[in-house]
């Protein structure tokens, strides 16, 4: 469906270097990556509104690189909704009928759907000003699709959102791709809300692709540090390599296999690795004693740091473990993890 290859975009100081990705008819794909990462460049770049100088963009089998917007077939939504304060709720979502032609009864149909499928009726007489950030985005939602777009451009939709409205338009968002042919391309930095919503992804950098692939891929096996740190691998150690053994700040730690190089980084979820009062029996071969010296409240979870001595690691614990181990800064603890749980790169 979208074909991009060999795409270079200056602007300024930024650059784009050398984007290569294709992205299948009706796929939710996500693309992710920290603040001035290059995402949005590159979504406005498909939906036309930066000029691609060299390489080439393809839409449903057609070469777009040099069309104007409104003839690639897309749409696309902004995290400030961009909805126009001066039309109403209906004259917003119909405001694209005007450049784009579709037959009465069908664009009839269509908007009666959408306002069902987004729960709009009530809002259709109301100003953008009346509205809460949840409304105002499914608005946006509505009005990005009356135009029957074949690819929707979403960037950051979720993020100006309270965690109410944002489940709200996630469940949307679900449905609205079930229900629909349309290709998704959205843009996130939460790695979270990247896992709920995609079934493929991307994780830019500085202007580049760092890795492509499935989201549960990059989520288990990231073929980079800056991914592994991206997806929430906070154990991230420089190591020597010495057969299964690796080495780092007068530690060493077992591997599953053998690396091919003598040297690189590991990581391992904080998840992945297991606190307790006493040195655990168990077929864990790396076990370490420690000092806690942070307990921070993580929402759902504590992350908890513990000392070494030369290393600092990350575990995860429920607060009923937090109570229940009587964890607290300054206690003696063990922190265990397999080999199998330890990503090297």
């Avoid at 993020?159 to 079930?178: C, N």
Wanted: net charge neutral; charged share 25%.
């Amino acid at each position: 469906m979208i074909g991009i290859s060999g795409i270079n975009i200056q602007l300024g100081t930024f650059h784009l270097r050398n984007i290569n990705l294709t992205i299948e008819r009706n796929e939710f794909f996500i693309l992710m990556g920290p603040t001035g990462a290059g995402k949005t460049v590159l979504l406005e770049a498909i939906a036309g509104l930066i000029p691609v100088r060299q390489g080439s963009l393809t839409i449903a089998g057609n070469d777009v690189t040099g069309r104007p917007p409104d003839k690639r077939g897309v749409g696309i939504v902004y995290q400030d909704y961009a909805l126009f304060p001066h039309l109403t709720v209906r004259e917003n979502i119909t405001y694209g009928l005007h450049f784009h032609k579709l037959d009465r009864a069908k664009a009839k149909k269509r908007f009666e759907r959408l306002v069902e499928e987004l729960s709009l009726s009530p809002l259709l007489a109301r100003y953008p000003t009346n509205l809460s950030g949840g409304e105002s985005q499914r608005v946006s939602l509505a009005r990005a699709l009356m135009v029957e777009p074949s690819v929707l451009l979403l960037d950051e939709p979720l993020s100006a959102l309270d965690p109410g409205f944002r489940d709200e338009i996630r469940k949307g968002l679900k449905k609205l791709h079930r229900d629909s042919d349309v290709t998704f391309l959205m843009v996130t930095h939460d790695f979270s809300e990247a896992l709920s919503l995609g079934s493929r992804g991307a994780v830019m950098n500085n202007g580049m692709l760092e890795q492509v692939g499935n989201m549960k891929e990059i989520f288990q096996h990231p073929n980079s540090a800056f991914v592994a740190d991206f997806v929430g691998m906070k154990n991230l150690f420089p190591v020597q390599i010495e057969d299964r053994r690796a080495s780092f700040n007068g530690i060493g730690i077992e591997l599953e296999t053998a690396p091919r190089k003598d040297e690189g980084f590991i990581a391992i979820r904080p998840e992945d690795i297991i606190l307790s009062r006493k040195k655990l029996e168990s077929s864990m071969r790396n076990t370490f004693r420690g000092i806690v010296r942070n307990c921070n409240d993580q929402g759902l979870y504590y992350e908890v740091e513990i000392d070494t001595g030369t290393v600092r690691f990350k575990s995860l614990v429920t607060k009923r473990s937090l109570i229940e181990m009587e964890i607290h800064e300054g206690q003696e603890m063990f922190l265990s993890f397999k080999s199998s749980s330890i990503h090297f790169f």
